[in-house]
């Protein structure tokens, strides 16, 4: 049984069971509230806003700053490295689809009690279903085994191998999850988030042309070559995964987020994908300040440690703990997305606050993608390639998962009033066209690349 069951059922930790109607949590339906009394025009104090901010934080911020992962760090280090600032303009326009595309997934497991995969089994065929499900079973293997991978680059900056760190990390993001309620779970992973503020601290320790940083923002700078659009796709496929709407909807759907609490999610949800973007921004910013015009690099480790001389040793140490942050939280996201997705499309019992015996198909699934991400982490390959390949199969599954949501959350049968209006649907349908024809690129040019 788990070790926080009562906290579990407390808190409102919301168990997905196949054929029953979700139950919903209360935490953040209106209320009676207090007549506001004298002084209560001031500002509220700094430690009322941050609590407020904190019970407004969710599956929507842990969703998007799972996006920033190893594989993610290293692609924004090497755009910052490559072309300096001329990517960042790039990032406010997958921003903007980041936002649409998370927002929905959000409006899905809130309003209908489901996720996405139980929602693409009822809605469309089994077969589209389990041909979605098969490429991301794969493709978030490969993307477990760069987390770890990650984790064990992060250590080994401050001096620990990797034969030491990857196995405990993985027996701790093992037993937070099999031995926890969903909400101690959650307060785990927002606390991993905060390791991404190091980013910001490092862009400045980088010394940047903050000029040129807000020109390069605001305006195109676009780079008439292979090599950028080759960076624009890996970009746009390393900020947008399947497995982030994956876990974004299941884990509105076991917090029991519903109807009333939708607008408090729906803050979190966009302010979510906004700071795990600006995040992304600054890492940009960072090295296109230390290394702009070094050329390519082939691991966020070579990054980090390619920050010392040009920023000090500060930036390395901070630039290492946002790695182990973004790796660590990565670590646990991608393989429960995947747990959670087939879980759902069999219809069997999902949620982190079940113990083993209840949810055995849901939580083996996770052991057994922590295990096989651990064990490949620690073998000799080349990483490099794997991270190519795992793109690769991103590359095919985003647009077909990107497609199944916008098909549902056009549909009034299944969210009724509440399903994209025509503004909304016009914007979202050019966002998921523009990703599936750039993800289509990219495995266009990388296959080619091959031959």
């Known amino acids: 049984m788990p070790l926080f069951p009562a906290e579990g059922r407390q808190e409102g930790a919301f168990v997905a069971t196949a054929g029953t109607a979700p139950a919903r949590r209360t935490a953040f339906a209106p209320g009676p509230h207090p007549a506001p009394g004298p002084g209560s025009t001031q500002r509220r104090p700094l430690w009322r806003r941050l609590v407020t901010i904190a019970a407004i934080a969710g599956p929507g911020l842990i969703a998007a700053n799972a996006g920033n ?38 409006r899905l497991g809130a309003f ?15 077969r ?17 085994v760069s987390e770890f991978a990650g984790i064990g680059a992060a250590f080994e900056l401050f001096g620990v191998s990797r034969y030491i760190s990857v196995p405990v990390a993985a027996v701790t993001i093992w037993v937070l999850v099999l031995f926890g309620s969903y909400r101690y779970a959650e307060r785990v992973f927002l606390l991993l988030s905060l390791a991404f503020l190091s980013y910001p601290i490092a862009a400045v320790l980088g010394h940047p042309d903050w000029k040129a940083v807000a020109a390069a923002t605001v305006l195109p700078h676009f780079v008439a070559s292979k090599a950028f659009i080759l960076l624009g796709v890996a970009l746009i496929g390393t900020t947008i995964s399947p ?3 994956l876990y974004n909807a299941a884990a509105v759907v076991d917090r029991g987020i519903g109807s009333a609490e939708y607008p408090v999610e729906r803050v979190d949800t966009v302010a979510g994908a906004i700071f795990a973007d600006l995040i992304s921004w600054f890492i940009i910013v960072a090295t296109a300040g230390a290394l702009g015009g070094s050329g390519v690099l082939n691991s966020a480790k070579e990054a980090a440690q390619a920050l010392r001389p040009v920023a000090g040793p500060a930036a390395e140490v901070l630039f290492g703990l946002g790695l182990l942050g973004a790796s660590a939280l990565a670590g646990a996201v991608v393989p429960l997305s995947t747990s959670y997705a087939l879980a759902e499309a069999i219809g069997v019992e999902r949620s982190v606050s079940r113990s083993f015996r209840e949810a ?25 390639t794997l991270l190519i390949g795992t793109q690769v199969l991103q590359g095919v599954v985003t647009p077909i998962t990107l497609v199944f949501i916008l ?24 966002a998921v066209a523009l990703v599936a024809l750039m993800a289509a690129a990219l495995v266009v040019i990388t296959v080619a690349g091959l031959f």
């Open 360 to 384: 055995p198909l849901f939580l083996g699934l996770f052991s057994a993608q922590v295990l096989i991400g651990a064990l490949v982490a620690l073998v000799p390959v080349n990483l490099i």
């Open 243 to 245: 497995y982030m709407q």
């Open 407 to 430: 098909v549902l959350a056009n549909r009034r049968s299944v969210l009724g009033e509440h399903a994209n209006g025509p503004i909304f649907k016009a914007v979202a349908a050019v």
């Open 128 to 144: 589209l279903a389990f041909l979605a499900l098969s490429a991301l079973l794969v493709a978030n293997v490969g993307i477990v």
């Open 69 to 106: 992962d190893a594989g993610g760090i290293a692609t924004y280090a090497s755009a910052g490295s490559q072309f300096r600032y001329r990517a960042l303009f790039i990032m406010v326009l997958i921003t903007i689809g980041l936002v649409v595309v998370q927002e929905m997934s959000a």
């Open 112 to 126: 209908t009690g489901k996720g996405l995969a139980a929602l693409i089994r009822e809605e469309f065929s089994i």
